[in-house]
């Protein structure tokens, strides 16, 4: 944050003596002087959209006008934000913080910005419906603040090279939100690789589909344009990736800020006359992963849910699909529908509400349904610093996180190594505070995780890298395969040989890859768990871990008595020949049989 005020305040120094464009007003917010610059088209009408855009930490309205969006070196090339709103005919206002910065955990700027809503109400008359708000740097930290305190207020959202610092977070009461996040992939203030962990809070409380749609050379520029989209109520998450761009506001004809902001912010309205539909459950990003022989993979069928509502009329009907073909059709509450006999793959499940003018809405949640040919690697999805994987539970002894989430920048997290050498890039972290039986674990496919894990009757191996964090002596795990109701199937310890050294930073090298064999007699849901030891603040990183099958054998398992094992020949599951056959399951007189 020093870096960032520090750089603002040279630029400040080296522009100010550029023109200002509009005159400096003076508002009292709860007995506080506050003030702002604004700028209207000439002739404006009536109910014309307000933008009010905040500066960057050290900088000012006068600044981010003059600086940031008039190009007053070269205005023939008519690159403003002036000319932006000549066109299309909205007001824009600057709005300046108290010694240049921006309150971004409390109040006390969110009703400077209701009081400027009307102020503009009574000076220019403005839609309060098409309001949009964004910001630079701070500013931009403090429209993710804004996302979830005046939802109600801001039709749409625009940041720009600015996120929270500590991790994004969205209320549940919050509606859809509209969001376009603007950032270049140079940014040495605000790195460019936290903007993706507080888009992905919003991707996902929006309903938005987890994988984007993305435009590469956007407007022939070196710029790529991410999508994800229709969330509920048909809302739209956008990233504008600026290759090379540093900590500032674009200007390229290409891509200039200005009228990108608008052009995203003029589709939304809080007073849209289309229906409102959200889809309750299942959650987006779902995923059920079933382990079974080719073909054989059964999926469990999926209770849709979905709300609808129309601002000016009433809802005719909702209509399900699974991607475009019709699942129910619902003309009343509840709204609700059921995938049956799904198939692997990922299922876009879609709700259309359809009002009486005839005016549809969309949402959709994206499901995976995984039947893997032969393995499933949990730690391909460890790729976001600070958060918990989506299907991940940890607990120290004292908090639990379930994933997906973020923010986290102590305790149970992934960590990102950055060092020279490192055996892996990313690793989950956990740890046993207080040093309990058991109290320190990572989990995989308990309830309430929106991850399954189904095993088919066979032999699975689990193939794991892990090290210690901050263990210079070493500390055990003990990787356990149970069911879901907590009961042991299997389990095996090991001693890491790594330590990292309680920095990310530090090199270490390569992490010995360990393997856990183990028997599955049911068909059912089951859990990997990974313990740390007994001991107070032991703990671990886990780098790899993926699922192999080695065979399976059918259901109808016999358990046989040591007697029954000396007769006849018996056969692995692979074919082999074995003399005396001991736990696992076999081949004996061309049956598949298990031994306890």
Known sequence: MKKMIITAIVALLNFASLPVVAQVSTLNVGGTNRTYIAYAPKNLEENRPLFIYCHGSGQDANYMLNTQFRDTQNPERKISIENVCDTAKFVIVFPNGISNQWDISGDRDINFVKALIDEMVKKYKIDTNRVYLGGFSMGGMFTYHAMNKIPDLIAAFVPCSGYPMGGATANANVRALPILHIHGTGDDVCVFSGAQPALNVWINHNGCPT????????????????????????????????????????????????????????????????PNVSITAPKAGLVYT??????????????????????????????????STLIATCTGKPYTATLVDAKAGKHKLKAV????????STATVEVTFSAPASNYTFSSFFTENASIPAGWTTYDGDEKRTGYSNGYFSGCRILQFTGSRHAFSYGLYFRNKEGKTRSGYAKYGLSGTNATLKLA???????YKICNWNQPNF??????????????????????????????????GSVAQKNFDFDIEEEGEYVVAIYSADSGWSDAVIGYLSLYTKGYTATGISTLSTDVRKQGKWFTLSGQQVERPTHGFYVHDGKKVYIK
């Open 290 to 323: 079933c382990f079974a022989p080719t073909g054989e993979a059964t999926f469990p069928s999926v209770k849709i849910t979905a709300t609808a509502s129309d601002p000016n009329g009433n809802i005719e009907k909702v209509e399900f699909y699974d991607g």
């Open 475 to 508: 500390t055990p795990v003990t990787l356990c395969i149970e069911k879901r109701n907590g009961q042991e199937v299997a389990s095996q310890t090991y001693t890491p040989t790594v330590n990292i050294g309680n920095v990310a930073s530090n090199d270490f």
């Open 457 to 463: 009757p066979g032999s699975y191996q689990l193939k």
């Open 353 to 360: 509400a359809t009002d009486n003018d005839g005016e549809t």
């Open 211 to 274: 994988t984007a749609k993305v435009v590469n050379n956007y407007n022939g520029f070196n710029a790529k344009m991410h999508t994800w989209a229709p969330g509920n109520d048909g809302v739209e998450v956008k990233l504008l990736e600026l290759a090379n761009k540093g900590h500032w506001v674009c200007k390229e004809p290409a891509v200039y800020t200005g009228k990108e902001m608008w052009n995203f912010c003029k589709n939304y309205s809080l007073n849209k006359t289309s």
